[in-house]
């Protein structure tokens, strides 16, 4: 009874090991793909930049943008990564830029009367 309880428990020890080794593989090979995702996602970013910019000027570029509904919608931090510095956003309570609480009444403030 001794020896087929150590025989199990060894059993159980070696597959423990065995998925243990699994499992980091299989983390190593989800971090490398991370890595990639996130240099892919980069690089798309880029061409979806310069198709926005060209846009502007070639018509061709303009009827993709319009045809697939390609908009910049920048992200925290996704102006600064690019070399830009975004423009800080309008204080809570605030509307248009404008550095003046809203008149909660008419949801205006001074500088629009």
Same mark, same amino acid.
């Given at each position: 009874?001794?020896?087929?309880?150590?025989?199990?428990?060894?059993? *159980? #020890?070696? =597959?423990?090991?065995?998925?243990?080794? @699994? %499992?980091?593989?299989?983390? &190593?090979?989800?971090? !490398?793909?991370?890595?990639?995702?996130?240099?892919?996602?980069? *690089? #798309?970013? =880029?061409?979806?930049?310069?198709?926005? @910019? %060209?846009?502007?000027?070639? &018509?061709?570029?303009? !009827?993709?943008?319009?045809?697939?509904?390609?908009?910049?919608?920048?992200?925290?931090?996704?102006?600064?990564?690019?070399?830009?510095?975004?423009?800080?956003?309008?204080?809570?309570?605030?509307?248009?830029?404008?550095?003046?609480?809203?008149?909660?009444?008419?949801?205006?403030?001074?500088?629009?009367?």
């Amino acid at each position: 009874m001794g020896v087929s309880l150590l025989l199990f428990l060894g059993w *159980q #020890l070696t =597959a423990a090991i065995q998925q243990n080794r @699994q %499992l980091l593989v299989m983390s &190593e090979q989800q971090e !490398a793909m991370a890595g990639r995702a996130a240099q892919t996602e980069g *690089q #798309l970013q =880029a061409v979806m930049m310069d198709l926005l @910019q %060209l846009a502007d000027t070639d &018509e061709d570029a303009k !009827a993709i943008v319009t045809k697939y509904g390609i908009k910049f919608n920048p992200g925290p931090g996704a102006m600064a990564s690019a070399g830009d510095q975004a423009p800080p956003p309008a204080p809570v309570g605030t509307q248009g830029g404008a550095t003046e609480p809203l008149d909660s009444a008419n949801q205006t403030n001074s500088a629009t009367r």
